[in-house]
């Protein structure tokens, strides 16, 4: 009983501790010029509202649509997520807060926890404004899938700004190695390529829509594989999962804080 309650009470301070640094974090970042425009950078994303020719069906609007909120939410986050690790470590925040008896650990995990939270909570509900704007179906798989795309291509920003974060220790430079990398493998590979955010959205577009309604939104474009749409979604996890594991290992064994 007595080893259950030190373990239970183990347990409660590495959850208060957990809480108290991803809140440190927020405060850290999240000041209130910060997070207006966050939510301002969010509203501004999901009203923009690309309109091309014939295509105004539901699938299509939506999709043009979103190309905007990936432009935005990736530039935000890239931001965002490099000025919380290589910024902190730049400006001696991070050796300060190893001073104290806080794992390494936790430190890194408190960090994106609490910044990929608060910009999936501000994008996630704010792009569903497209229900209204474009008089959409509540939670219809268009909707849905374009919101997954969303998660994943977040996923996929905050990965590589952490990722470089820890290479290039400089807010700056991490800021526009991550903007650079991503866009630029945008405009090289083109927006139907499957390594792209707009390429995976088309993808699982076109596949879904195929399967649920019997035609392809993009009728112009070929039918494309659940292989291809299965591959599409699967590459931005396998980066997600690498990039996070060798920082999380590179931050917790290697990282020489000045």
């Known amino acids: 009983m007595k080893s259950t309650r030190r373990l239970q009470g183990a347990i409660k301070m590495a959850q208060n501790k957990f809480l108290g640094l991803m809140r440190w974090e927020l405060e850290e970042n999240l000041s209130l010029p910060l997070l207006a425009f966050l939510v301002a950078s969010a509203i501004i994303a ?6 091309f020719g014939s295509c105004y069906r539901e699938y299509t609007r939506l999709y043009y649509s979103s190309g905007t909120v990936f432009l935005i ?3 935000v986050a890239g931001a965002f ?3 919380s690790f290589a910024g902190s470590i730049g400006r001696g925040t991070t050796k300060i807060m ?4 806080i794992k390494r650990s936790q430190l890194f995990l408190s960090k994106f926890a609490a910044l990929f939270l608060v910009t999936s909570v501000i994008y996630v509900p704010v792009f569903t404004m497209h229900v209204y704007v474009d008089g959409l179906a509540a939670f219809g798989p268009m909707i849905l899938l374009s919101l997954f795309g969303l998660f994943l291509q977040l996923m996929l920003t905050c990965s590589v700004a952490v990722g470089i ?4 220790k400089s807010e700056v430079v991490s800021i526009l190695a991550t903007v650079l990398l991503l866009f630029g493998l945008d405009s090289v590979l083109g ?7 707009e390429g995976r959205l088309f993808y699982l577009f076109q596949y879904v829509g195929n399967e649920l309604y019997g035609k392809l939104p993009f009728s112009g474009s070929p039918l494309v594989t659940a292989n291809d749409t299965l591959l599409a ?3 931005p996890i396998m980066v997600f999962v690498v990039l996070i594991v060798a920082s999380f290992v590179y931050f917790t064994r290697f990282l020489e804080v000045d």
């Open 81 to 83: 997520f490099a000025r």
């Open 46 to 51: 999901t009203m923009v509202n690309y309109r």
């Open 98 to 101: 190893l001073s104290y008896p």
């Open 165 to 168: 974060s820890m290479v290039t």
């Open 73 to 75: 939410s990736s530039l």
């Open 233 to 235: 979604v699967l590459v």
């Open 191 to 197: 927006y139907k390529h499957i390594l792209t955010a």
